[in-house]
């Protein structure tokens, strides 16, 4: 009893300290920013320079780190999907920052005239990032590479989900950045719910749709704006000509790719009734292309934790109850790698239809006629990413036209999230504002109005005591 209090007392004072630490890197950085409050594209450039070799020297150690706390995660995986769009992400903004901090002219009505007007992109102050845990480095580089693009001191809050990685990302990020202008934040839950609590300039927040509305909660106490991205149920749907051949494979790559473990990963899959049992085919055919065994395959990525495995194995035994059909595509776990499976005959009671299933699992729904598949998306929340695949191009314009969601990739998965020159996010509860390339630049700025007149003042024509002949002119020609 007296070693559990004391370990209650240490647990405590470490959170305190923790806590204390900071508020007092947030004050840090704030007085950094008051004293730089709009640092030169030169040195903005640097930054990002900096980051670059950065990553590019510790591939290796970054790759380790995260397959560590996967227990496996593919090495390929890591490159493909956290470093390779780091990387380009940097490269892009790099070679645009001085385009985007260049004021923007705005034109003047004649009324208003001698006067010229212009826009400008001032950093906002301390920003704030939450990472999740399935992309641990990409998800903190990303909102990191726009928030320097746009001169702003920045706090990041990693996972505990990934204690290897959120450590090594800390360590490097020292050693190229003072904390006054990026610190690296550890802790568990309650240092996360604080860090949603501190005055930031902005927040940018990736995870689950519950955690999210915690942190808008936390972050309306101060009034601080949130980008969230969230994630939900993103569908693919099957047309009823397209190759399934074709459907297949690319629906598999965007669902196996970090073992479902992806925001926008396909949900579930919606085809034709008569394609279904072909469609079940293909999809076994490509999944079992890609991993041609489970047991100590280095490509097939494991699931994060045990709880997070014992979440999904809940889901297919509720399923399975409720009547769901269920097909492994492997004959059994190996440790956390899990089976890929499909389920069939699925219905809105079960859990895994409730909720982002975030795993392995791929229910599918027949359908019958577009206008059904349309009107199964649309009756429900709105999905970050929506996948269709089809050739007909007047069926993709509907699809774009006929169904609301953050993103779109026509006849692929995934590949949407690394263009640098799209906005990438949510709507409703799959999220709130975009970020990547410019309109990362634009969300971690203030665009400044700024309304300009010199000596000669001809709005002195319409200044009180009103009715003159002049301002009845001025009446005449702009009001009526």
Request: hydrophobic share 40%; with cysteine.
């Amino acid at each position: 009893m007296v070693a559990d209090v004391a370990y209650l007392e240490q647990s405590l004072q470490h959170s305190q300290h923790q806590l204390s630490q900071l508020e007092s890197s947030f004050a840090s950085q704030r007085q950094a920013y008051r004293a730089n409050p709009m640092p030169s594209a030169e040195q903005r450039i640097q930054w990002l320079k900096s980051l670059r070799e950065l990553l590019t020297q510790e591939q290796d150690a970054l790759v380790q780190a995260i397959s560590a706390d996967f227990s496996n995660r593919s090495a390929d995986e890591t490159l493909l999907a956290e470093l390779m769009p780091s990387l380009h992400g940097i490269q892009y903004a790099s070679k645009r920052i001085k385009t985007w901090m260049k004021p923007s002219r705005r034109s003047v009505g004649l009324q208003f005239m001698p006067a010229s007007a212009k826009v400008i992109y001032q950093p906002l102050g301390v920003v704030g990032v939450i990472v999740p845990w399935n992309y641990p480095l990409f998800l903190a580089i990303g909102p990191l590479v726009g928030a320097l693009s746009a001169g702003n001191r920045v706090m990041i809050k990693m996972s505990e989900s990934t204690p290897a990685t959120s450590q090594l990302v800390k360590d490097l990020l020292g050693k190229v950045f003072p904390e006054d202008l990026v610190s690296v934040v550890l802790g568990e839950a309650e240092v996360g719910m604080a860090f949603s609590k501190l005055p930031f300039d902005h927040l940018l927040f990736t995870g689950a749709t519950g955690i999210g509305k915690h942190v808008m909660r936390a972050a309306a106490e101060n009034l601080t704006p949130v980008t969230l991205e969230l994630g939900g149920k993103s569908p693919a749907i099957v047309s009823v000509d397209v190759p399934l051949k074709d459907a297949a494979e690319r629906i598999a790559f965007g669902k196996t790719m970090n073992a479902g473990q992806t925001c926008v990963a396909p949900d579930y899959v919606l085809v034709p009734r008569d394609r279904v049992d072909g469609f079940v085919e293909a999809y076994r055919a490509a999944v079992q292309g890609f991993y041609p065994q489970l047991k100590d395959n280095p490509d097939y990525t494991a699931i994060i934790n045990e709880r997070q495995q014992q979440r999904l194995n809940n889901y297919l035994s509720d399923a399975e109850s409720k009547g769901a059909t269920l097909i492994p595509l492997f004959p059994e776990a190996q440790g956390r790698r899990m089976p890929h499976s499909l389920l069939l005959n699925v219905n809105d009671e079960m859990q895994v239809m409730q909720d982002e299933i975030f795993g392995p699992l791929l229910p599918v729904i027949p359908y019958d006629g577009l206008d059904q598949a349309f009107a199964y998306v649309n009756q429900r929340a709105r999905p970050l990413a929506l996948y269709f695949f089809g050739y007909d191009k007047r069926e993709q314009q509907r699809v774009l036209h006929e169904t609301h969601s953050g993103g779109v990739c026509l006849n692929d998965t995934l590949l949407h999230v690394a263009q640098d020159d799209m906005p990438f996010g949510g709507i409703g509860p799959s999220g709130m504002g975009h970020y990547h390339g410019h309109e990362g630049f634009l969300t971690f700025s203030k665009a400044k109005g700024v309304f300009i007149k010199q000596r000669f003042n001809a709005a002195k024509l319409i200044y009180p005591p009103y009715g003159t002949a002049l301002q009845k002119l001025v009446y005449k020609l702009f009001v009526r």
